[in-house]
């Protein structure tokens, strides 16, 4: 069965200072990987997605994944953060064609002023 | 365009009384689906639902639990007679048919004194 690894549970960073929150998930034929952003108090929020093409996914807010398979990885980066980034970041997986998504348990991005 | 809308956004029951949570997909979105997120763990998949139909409940607790989304009106996940062990926060989340993108509602976080 399809599993999702976070490493951090938290990630404490400067403001202005690069990011990256890492995700790992088993091996599977085909994958569809995504991030999504949790805000205090509120509901989830997608980030980006990688369904086939280019490695490297830009999405909203200046946050960017690249998807390596040889290391079943999905690491999602930021060159610069913001205070407005303080959230929760879940990375989920679905295999190719299934709709449950599997997720991480989570990292919270702490951005020191 | 309103989102995926649920209520209510906090619920409090005493143990065995009945928790019942609302959402309302996103519009013309006719495929549901519900998450289970507990405290400092990633969301896991519950129920995914048609109109009409239960496609999918292989997430659901074999008991107390039930999920449906008739023709008309909102999806509806009822808890029966709630333990401690209920509390938690409740996501919904919508897509229309063939799409990977679902979209989260804000989530019920459901408290049990």
């Known amino acids: 069965a399809q599993s999702v690894t976070q490493l951090d549970s938290q990630v404490p960073v400067f403001e202005e200072a690069p990011v990256e929150l890492r995700c790992n998930y088993s091996s599977s034929v085909s994958v569809y990987l995504f991030w999504y952003v949790q805000y205090p108090n509120q509901g989830l929020q997608l980030l980006l997605k990688y369904l086939s093409g280019s490695t490297l996914v830009k999405g909203i807010n200046g946050f960017e994944a690249e998807f390596n398979k040889s290391q079943t990885s999905f690491h999602l980066r930021k060159p610069s953060v913001h205070i407005s980034d303080t959230a929760e970041y879940f990375c989920?997986?679905?295999?190719?064609?299934?709709?449950?998504?599997?997720w991480g348990a989570g990292t919270k991005l702490i951005i020191k002023p | 365009n309103a989102g995926v809308m649920q209520n209510p956004r906090h619920l409090v029951r005493r143990r065995g009384q009945e928790a019942r949570l609302r959402c309302s997909p996103v519009?013309?979105?006719?495929?549901v689906y519900w998450y289970r997120q507990l405290p400092e763990e990633g969301l896991k998949f519950m129920v995914y639902?048609?109109?009409?139909?239960?496609?999918?409940e292989s997430g659901m607790p074999k008991e107390r639990f039930s999920a449906e989304f008739p023709k008309e009106g909102p999806s509806i996940l009822r808890i029966q007679q709630v333990v401690r062990g209920d509390s938690a926060a409740y996501f919904c989340?919508?897509?229309?048919?063939?799409?990977?993108?679902?979209?989260f509602g804000q989530g019920t976080r459901l408290t049990v004194v």
């Open positions: 519009k013309g979105h006719s495929h």
């Open positions: 989920a997986v679905s295999d190719g064609g299934n709709y449950q998504l599997i």
């Open positions: 989340a919508s897509s229309p048919p063939g799409d990977t993108e679902a979209f």
């Open positions: 639902l048609q109109k009409e139909n239960i496609i999918d």
